[in-house]
């Protein structure tokens, strides 16, 4: 991999970019992103777009929400849930190791369709190849997003990488 110079001011451009954008260690990503030519920004924001579907760790109200639209949609798609949580509540199942759970099996699916994004390949699909660009405003690709299911991970909202509250790393 060749590596360019930086230039400091678009360094600390770039830099605050990133940082007001939320990334952890801003100026790391900022620098990959100048000296590589890695479109690290376009990574970030596409990975942390990704975990705005998951549940935040702090919020377990979906799981009356999803209980009470089940039963007003019993033949919906999904509606099983419904039923399946609230027999996880009957059974004294918490909240917190409901939303837990969740918050695990959706990673998991959203690793998943990152590996497969980032080239993975899967048997008995006749196409078994993509790749996820970022696009100007004319929808013309501007550089390739490689590499999602490695930061994924990093961009947990609680910072701990999808380790358990009482895990002390």
């Known amino acids: 991999m060749s590596f360019h110079e930086v230039d400091p001011d678009e360094l600390r451009s770039l830099t605050e970019v990133f940082r007001q954008a ?5 100026e790391s990503w900022a620098r ?30 979906w ?14 798609p999904c509606a099983a849930s419904g039923p399946a949580l ?5 059974r004294g199942v918490s909240h917190q190791a409901i939303n837990d759970l969740a918050r695990v099996l959706q990673y998991e699916t959203l690793f998943h369709a ?6 993975e ?24 997003i490689n590499g999602l299911h490695e930061v994924l991970l990093s961009l947990d909202p609680t910072g701990r ?3 358990p509250r009482e895990s002390g790393s």
């Open 32 to 61: 990959s992103q100048l000296a590589e030519g890695i479109p690290q920004l376009a990574l970030f924001c596409f990975a942390k777009a990704l975990w705005e579907g998951v549940v935040r760790e702090d919020d377990a109200k």
């Open 161 to 163: 990488e999808m380790r």
């Open 114 to 119: 990152c590996t497969i994004i980032d080239g």
């Open 86 to 90: 609230q027999e996880m509540l009957n």
């Open 22 to 26: 939320g990334a952890p260690e801003p």
């Open 63 to 76: 799981i009356s929400q999803r209980i009470q639209w089940a039963k007003s949609r019993p033949r919906d």
């Open 121 to 144: 390949r899967i048997e008995d699909v006749p196409i078994a190849g993509w790749v996820l660009h970022q696009v100007d405003d004319n929808g013309a690709p501007v550089a390739a």
